[in-house]
């Protein structure tokens, strides 16, 4: 079975400060990571993804994120966060014989104020 | 390219009454995903399907849930009858295949049931 916990159900930042939104995988299989955003009243939007190539992904929107087997992370990061990157974000697990079935973290609800 | 198209966009029906979700995926891909997103169980992966067959029907909640995908453009996610409790966002998703690809999303349906 797999697993995504996402520290932190609400992050609040000032804008142009760093953005940290923590996810940490479970997965006995070698997992593939994807990070997803959601504006309101919309569905969800591809960030990144990880599939077993580089560690250090960099996705849409300046977001990027490492990944760490040693620590079964998968972290989002953005150096200088904008008012337009309020929305929800999600992390998501997928890998082995569960290939296709994203499993996903609870959501991380970003607040940007000025 | 037109992405994933759900319908209706919002949906408000009356308890015991027979609700029908449908989907139209992006062309060419062959995977699709029906989930469920409520404030208390975040999103669930309600069923997928691959090439039109089902694969993993196990998060359907109960028996008055049933989906169908007559052909590779088009499915249909049905309630009956239907339930306060039933009230979400309903979305769709599809990829290319089931190789750890990422899913897109459609805008969702909301569905309030009186």
């Known amino acids: 079975a797999q697993s995504v916990t996402q520290l932190g159900s609400h992050v609040s930042v000032s804008e142009g400060a760093l953005v940290l939104l923590r996810c940490n995988y479970s997965?006995?299989?070698?997992?593939?990571l994807f990070w997803y955003v959601q504006y309101p009243n919309q569905g969800l939007q591809l960030l990144l993804k990880?599939?077993?190539?580089?560690?250090l992904v960099k996705g849409i929107n300046g977001f990027e994120a490492e990944f760490k087997k040693s620590e079964t992370s998968f972290h989002l990061t953005k150096p200088s966060a904008h008012m337009s990157d309020a929305a929800e974000y999600f992390c998501?697990?997928?890998?082995?014989?569960?290939?296709?079935?994203?499993?996903f973290g609870q959501g991380t609800i970003l607040t940007v104020h000025p | 390219d037109a992405g994933v198209i759900q319908s209706p966009r919002h949906e408000v029906t009356e308890m015991g009454q027979e609700v029908t979700l449908r989907c139209k995926p992006i062309?060419?891909?062959?995977?699709l995903f029906w989930y469920r997103q409520t404030m208390m169980r975040g999103l669930e992966l309600l069923i997928y399907f691959n090439n039109n067959v089902p694969i993993d029907d196990s998060g359907m909640p109960e028996d008055r849930f049933s989906a169908k995908m007559p052909n590779a453009s088009f499915s249909t996610l049905k309630i009956q009858p239907s339930e306060p409790r039933d009230s979400a966002v309903y979305f769709c998703?599809?990829?290319?295949?089931?190789?750890?690809?990422?899913?897109?999303f459609g805008p969702g349906t909301r569905l309030t049931v009186l």
């Open positions: 997965s006995s299989v070698p997992p593939y």
């Open positions: 998703a599809s990829s290319s295949d089931l190789s750890h690809n990422e899913q897109f």
């Open positions: 998501a697990v997928t890998g082995g014989t569960s290939y296709g079935k994203l499993t």
């Open positions: 062309s060419g891909h062959n995977s």
């Open positions: 990880y599939t077993s190539a580089a560690t």
